[in-house]
């Protein structure tokens, strides 16, 4: 099983960009796939990006395609979001999970993942 630690976030004003990271304690977590995803008050929580282990493989929500871009470093452990032009509706507690399977039939869906972080604040001021 993977620790998880996500890290960046913080206040960035719209238009703005950031970089979030999730390091994770094992070194196994070079064959897991990396999901984010993030969750809004009141609201479920929501897919927004994939990597599979070898960073081959990325699929994307399309409310961040071409904006949020999602990246790995098998050597650091780490996998990291970064995310361009943000708005104010991006604001939500993102979080990075793992899992040791691909599935393009349930990347996107939050009962597939294994592992979970305890997630990092993200809030976007118009």
């Known amino acids: 099983q993977e620790r998880l630690v996500e890290s960046g976030g913080g206040l960035v004003q719209a238009g703005n960009s950031t970089r979030i990271s999730c390091t994770a304690s094992e070194s196994t977590f070079s064959k897991y796939t990396v999901g984010w995803f993030r969750q809004a008050p009141g609201k479920e929580r929501e897919f927004v990006a994939v990597i599979n282990w070898s960073g081959s493989l990325k699929y994307y929500a399309d409310s961040v395609k071409g904006r949020f871009t999602i990246s790995r470093d098998n050597a650091k452990n780490t996998a990291s979001l970064q995310m361009n032009s943000l708005k104010p509706e991006d604001s939500a507690v993102y979080y990075c999970?793992?899992?040791?399977?691909?599935?393009?039939?349930?990347?996107?869906?939050?009962?597939?993942?294994?592992?979970w972080g305890q997630g990092t604040q993200v809030t976007v001021s118009s």
């Open positions: 999970a793992a899992d040791p399977v691909f599935s393009l039939g349930s990347y996107y869906d939050t009962a597939k993942y294994t592992d």
